[in-house]
């Protein structure tokens, strides 16, 4: 079956405690990003990568680090994570750009205290 | 700066009524999506458009796009209670290959 599969799908963690959450998907796609989705907001871009080695920041960068060093897998790293990174996130994907319709991982809901 | 903005936010309808979800984005751009999400769930692509003029379909759901006017509708016809969830706008910056998304439309349908 095609799908983004994300790890965990729920976290409670504590400031300062460094924490991966993990995206894979298994279709082949060049493009993956990572979204963050706040109440009233919408989606905020964090990161995107357009193939393996390259990545890019979104519009909400500060606080998170990624890597894409196989095309399948696209973790999402918070170094030191603070409680206004508590948030719903979401990993998708979608073939070699955004032009095509991105196809998007069940969510990771992070609470950080 | 690329801003986009959904209207309503909110929208409680009872079924078999018509109504329209707009998105309005501010500066020019060369692709439109629309998507719904469910309570407790992760997002599902209805529609991409990436011309103006472009007019998609599926069900009772109709996007369009207006490039010219920087406006994107999604129709809704004969509203039945399955289409009660959230629909997002995101548009493309055309200097990357970011997306900015609208806050969204909770779209309530009543028996």
């Known amino acids: 079956e095609a799908q983004v599969t994300q790890n965990p799908r729920y976290l409670i963690t504590v400031t300062g405690k460094k924490l991966t959450v993990t995206c894979s998907q298994n279709m082949n796609h060049e493009y993956m990003s990572w979204y963050r989705q706040d109440p009233g907001l919408g989606l905020r871009q964090i990161y995107y990568s357009m193939n393996v080695e390259v990545t890019d920041k979104g519009d909400v960068p500060e606080g998170y680090k990624v890597s894409r060093k196989e095309k399948r897998n696209f973790p999402l790293i918070l170094e030191s994570p603070s409680p206004n990174q508590t948030s719903l996130y979401f990993c998708?994907?979608?073939?070699?750009?955004?032009?095509?319709?991105?196809?998007f991982g069940p969510g990771t809901r992070l609470t950080v205290l | 700066e690329l801003k986009v903005e959904q209207n309503p936010l909110f929208l409680s309808m009872q079924e078999g009524k018509n109504y329209t979800i707009y998105c309005n984005y501010s500066?020019?751009?060369?692709?439109l999506y629309w998507y719904r999400q469910d309570p407790g769930k992760s997002l599902e692509s209805l529609f991409v458009?990436?011309?103006n003029g472009a007019v998609k379909q599926e069900g009772r759901l109709m996007a369009s796009l207006d490039t010219k006017a920087r406006l994107s509708t999604l129709h809704i016809t004969a509203a039945v209670h399955d289409l009660s969830a959230t629909y997002f706008c995101a548009v493309g910056r055309e200097s990357n290959y970011q997306l900015i998304w609208g806050a969204g439309t909770k779209l309530i349908i009543k028996p």
């Open positions: 500066t020019t751009s060369d692709r």
């Open positions: 998708a994907s979608s073939l070699w750009d955004s032009y095509n319709e991105q196809f």
């Open positions: 458009l990436l011309s």
